[in-house]
């Protein structure tokens, strides 16, 4: 599975984007496909995840008050929708995929087989 990520951007604090994942090769179908982040110097964080069958969402607790993943079956596309950005939500943002993890290790980036290139978001205050 091939994923490609787009839709970061230099954005004010306060703005809003949406950035968007697609696979080439496949449908996500039964997979789970989420969104990490990883700012300078830090390491890679759990944003959100969705279950692809089913819909079910997973978010990081610091950042579900003003993040909203969805899918969109029929273009094989997922979205991450971000709110009110902050200069500390400034990162490369990565989608990626995964048909084996279980429920508990979907915060674990290392649970997670495909990985797209990465989008870079940042915020200016």
């Known amino acids: 599975v091939q994923l490609q990520a787009s839709g970061g951007g230099l954005v004010q604090a306060g703005g809003s984007l949406r950035l968007s994942c697609g696979a080439s090769?496949?449908?996500?179908?039964?997979?789970?496909v989420g969104w990490f982040r990883q700012a300078p110097g830090k390491e890679r964080e759990f944003v959100a995840v969705?279950?692809?069958?089913?819909?079910?969402?997973i978010y990081a607790d610091s950042l579900k008050r003003r993040i909203t993943i969805t899918r969109d079956i029929t273009k094989n596309t997922m979205y991450l929708q971000i709110n009110n950005l902050e200069p500390e939500d400034t990162a490369v943002y990565y989608c990626?995929?995964?048909?084996?993890?279980?429920?508990?290790?979907?915060?674990?980036?290392?649970?997670?087989?495909?990985w797209g290139q990465g989008t870079l978001v940042t915020v200016s205050s």
């Open positions: 090769g496949r449908t996500f179908r039964g997979y789970k």
């Open positions: 969705i279950k692809w069958d089913g819909g079910t969402t």
């Open positions: 990626a995929a995964t048909a084996r993890a279980i429920h508990s290790m979907l915060g674990v980036p290392s649970s997670y087989e495909y």
